[in-house]
């Protein structure tokens, strides 16, 4: 590479190998996000991969705050049962599989972060699936996960000294070996955390990286709405559309619907969530069935549109 002053500039990246065929390219991007592509080195393992595949589920949920003012109804239950059904329902081809469950008392900004970290210790051949449900707010584009011990008085200068960042979390996907990500987050304004995954998508190293992996993001909301709970489903909107998606009607997937393939893939549950999350919104409003608590408002009115980021390719699920 030369520089605009014709200066050779050389880069040096360490990628694992997988077992059997890897393919190689660089990719460079200009103004405008125009890219160009060199052809493809193709380098075949020669010492087979015997790490294991795993599928490595971390699930934090919080109901009952340090300030009970700001307690919900179903965010433990929510992490609960996206943990499980990606455990039970979800990548049977994988021969070990870590769920861990992170939850009210235990779900301190101190241990959230620990987690986080333990994503930087597994394997190219890894699959993570990282599940949020509690509270959310953005401040000044950026967005910020409540801990546990987070209060109703706190201003903006304690949210984002002591709450999780978005930066954070996407610094620890970033950082992960691991070459599957599925990031879902069931929490007010959530969606302002794409603001923060799309900063790095600029950074010349994740992008070179992101081509050869999958990074999915699935929020409940967009940036400045609010992320319902309702009595009548026993979860969150979000989440209770997500677990409809992983659910099974004659065998299939009811999120395996492009194609209908017995193939569930991560873009496939994105687009049921996108679909179908706002119409069960609207039907439930029609029906007057009142949210029984909509974080961070007493409005009964609820807006809901999940948004998403596809960085790198799609991967299947089962």
């Known amino acids: 590479h030369h520089d605009r002053a014709n200066r050779k500039i050389d880069w040096t990246y360490k990628v694992p190998l997988l077992g059997g065929v890897n393919n190689f390219y660089a990719s460079v991007s200009a103004w405008n996000n125009i890219k160009s592509k ?51 329902k ?11 469950l992170v939850l009210d008392g235990k779900a301190k900004a101190k241990n959230i972060r620990s987690k986080l970290k333990q994503l930087s210790t597994l394997q190219a051949s890894d ?22 011990e987070a209060e ?17 979390i996407a610094a620890a996907i970033l950082e992960t070996p691991a070459q599957k990500v599925l990031l879902a ?21 994740f992008q070179q990286i992101s081509e050869d992996t999958g990074v999915h993001i699935l929020t409940a909301t967009r940036a400045d709405q609010l992320a319902p709970e ?25 999120a395996d619907r492009w194609p209908k393939d017995n193939n569930l893939t991560v873009g496939e549950l994105k687009k049921y969530v996108l679909r179908y999350a706002p119409l069960l919104a609207r039907k439930l409003n029609e029906r007057s069935l009142a949210a029984t ?20 390719t799609d991967f299947k699920l089962n």
């Open 38 to 88: 060199s052809q493809t080195i193709s380098i075949d393992s020669a010492i087979e991969d015997k790490n294991e595949s795993t599928l490595v589920i971390n699930s934090f949920g919080i109901d009952k705050y340090k300030d009970e003012f700001l307690n919900l109804n179903y965010a433990v239950v929510d992490a609960n049962a996206v943990a499980d059904i990606f455990f039970e």
């Open 90 to 100: 979800t990548e049977k081809s994988k021969s070990k599989r870590i769920k861990t």
């Open 127 to 148: 699959t993570v699936v990282l599940f949020l449900s509690g509270h959310g707010i953005a401040i000044n584009n950026n967005w910020y996960f409540l801990p546990q």
């Open 152 to 168: 109703v008085n706190w201003g903006d200068y304690y949210i984002e000294k002591t709450a999780i960042s978005g930066k954070e």
């Open 185 to 205: 987050i069931d929490a007010c304004q959530s969606g302002a955390v794409l603001n923060d995954f799309e900063s790095f998508v600029q950074n010349k190293t």
């Open 230 to 254: 309702y009595e009548i489903l026993g979860h969150g909107l979000f989440t209770y559309t997500l677990l409809k998606g992983l659910d099974k009607r004659n065998g299939i997937y009811n």
């Open 293 to 312: 608590a909509q974080r961070g408002s007493e409005e009964l009115e609820v807006l809901i549109t999940p948004a998403q980021l596809t960085t790198g």
